[in-house]
T-cell receptor, first 115, second 115 residues
């Protein structure tokens, strides 16, 4: 079946602009995670959704970052007033959300470059 | 706090050599899960293995094997008879054993396999 998809694959924007990054999880997966991966680093957790609600947003770096998942499927990560330091690959992952410890399956990421 | 250390930044081998990627972790939890992911040049994180802290048995899957040693807080990954297609960045990750939790990643080890 189809894996996690993310659009766009690449996004170039100017400092101060607003961007939206989209994640489409594996069909039927209710748990959805966003991570950010800076160059040469491992992914760092941003936010986790179970269904429509953000169950853990402790990784969001500041209030310029916001994510939604209005219908419990597709999620959008929104970044306001982008800064050059926001340049990174933004990864989305999903898991079934049934119970217990689950493996997270990752999408290909969106590479964001803020000029 | 949880932490994963992958001290090897980059390893270069010639095809058919065996190679071991080191992973050392820190956690105060008595139970937890460990993971290995592969990130090829395409960027997508590919799940390789999940290991419960209760289970210290080593695991082998084809050319891949994993050595989990709780006494030394290590979860090392060995590729036998490496191939060019094994070239990628490999990440070790840790998560709590309760509910839906974020993954804590190491900084990754870049493996270059030359023909």
């Amino acid at each position: 079946g189809a894996g996690v998809s993310q659009t766009p694959s690449n996004k170039v924007t100017e400092k101060g602009k607003y961007v939206e990054l989209r994640c489409d999880p594996i069909s039927g997966h209710t748990a959805l995670y966003w991570y950010r991966q800076s160059l040469g680093q491992g992914p760092e957790f941003l936010i986790y959704f179970q269904g429509t609600g953000a169950a853990d947003d402790s990784g969001l770096p500041n209030d310029r970052f916001f994510a939604v998942r209005p219908e419990g499927s597709v999620s959008t990560l929104k970044i306001q007033r982008t800064e050059r330091g926001d340049s990174a690959v933004y990864l989305c992952a999903s898991s079934p959300g049934l119970a217990g410890v689950e493996t997270q399956y990752f999408g290909p990421g969106t590479r964001l470059l803020v000029l | 706090a949880q932490k994963v250390t992958q001290a090897q930044t980059e390893i270069s081998v010639v095809e058919k050599e065996d190679v071991t990627l080191d992973c050392v972790y820190e956690t105060r939890d008595t139970t937890y899960y460990l993971f290995w992911y592969k990130q090829p040049p395409s960027g997508e994180l590919v799940f390789l293995i999940r290991r419960n802290s209760f289970d210290e048995q080593n695991e082998i899957s084809g050319r891949y094997s994993w050595n989990f040693q709780k006494s030394t807080s290590s979860f090392n990954f060995t590729i036998t008879a490496s191939q060019v297609v094994d070239s990628a960045v490999y990440f070790c990750a840790l998560r709590k054993n309760t509910g839906f939790q974020k993954l804590v990643f190491g900084t990754g080890t870049r493996l270059l396999v030359s023909p």
